[in-house]
Antibody, heavy 119, light 106 residues
Framework: QVQLQESGPGLVKPSETLSLTCTVSGYSISSGFYWGWIRQPPGKGLEWIGSIYHSGSTYYNPSLKSRVTISVDTSKNQFSLKLSSVAAADMAVYYC????????????WGQGTLVTVSS | SYELTQPPSVSVSPGQTASITCSGDKLGDKYACWYQQKPGQSPVLIIYQNNKRPSGIPERFSGSNSGNTATLTISETQAMDEADYYCQAWDSNTWVFGGGTKLTVL
């Protein structure tokens, strides 16, 4: 059974960089698949942030592209998200998930981690 | 950029059929999927590739996709089906979510 777990600071100051890591168990990232980050502001809908292929190719939401970096560490079976210059609008629950299949649906999700942006 | 549009809310009586739509340009040419999200929980995939159900998802959940609209249908709706529902599609290495629909069972 594939499991994903987000980790990282729950509080980030405005203008600083948000950094989160997703640890995958039950599957080796280096074996294949894409891996992705999605966020959900309180009371709002889901927003795709970006995805990375196991080889390192990255795909970002155009609205966030200038501030987002996603990377993969196959030795630790982890992938990471960095979002720079955060503001109050970046406060959200951040999920990592695995997209797969013809429709690239997210079939496995982490439990999510709330990131608050405040000084 | 590609957009998917859902109605903000849908209401249904217990035992009746609920339909939630998701609209996007030529959505029928892509694969649509659907997620159910209950308060405080991560989204759960309930329909993928337009009309397939993952293991463990009840048969009362079904999907279709044609033209510009994908539809999630919940037959014999139960109180436990009250949740937020999101459609999603993949287009040119971009993942897109609909805005979500709150299903109320009353």
């Amino acid at each position: 059974q594939v499991q994903l777990q987000e980790s990282g600071p729950g509080l980030v100051k405005p203008s600083e960089t948000l950094s989160l890591t997703c640890t995958v168990s039950g599957y080796s990232i280096s074996s294949g698949f894409y891996w992705g980050w999605i966020r959900q502001p309180p009371g709002k809908g889901l927003e795709w942030i970006g995805s990375i292929y196991h080889s390192g190719s990255t795909y970002y939401n155009p609205s966030l592209k200038s501030r987002v970096t996603i990377s993969v560490d196959t030795s630790k079976n982890q992938f990471s998200l960095k979002l720079s210059s955060v503001a109050a609008a970046d406060m959200a629950v951040y999920y990592c998930a695995r997209p797969q299949g013809l429709g690239m649906q997210f079939d496995y999700w982490g439990q999510g981690t709330l990131v608050t942006v405040s000084s | 950029s590609y957009e998917l549009t859902q109605p903000p809310s849908v209401s249904v009586s217990p035992g009746q059929t609920a339909s939630i739509t998701c609209s996007g340009d030529k959505l029928g040419d892509k694969y649509a999927c659907w997620y159910q999200q209950k308060p405080g929980q991560s989204p759960v995939l309930i329909i993928y590739q337009n009309n397939k159900r993952p293991s463990g998802i009840p048969e009362r959940f079904s999907g279709s996709n044609s033209g510009n609209t994908a539809t999630l249908t919940i037959s014999e709706t139960q109180a436990m089906d009250e949740a937020d529902y999101y459609c999603q599609a993949w287009d040119s290495n971009t993942w897109v979510f609909g805005g979500g629909t709150k299903l109320t069972v009353l």
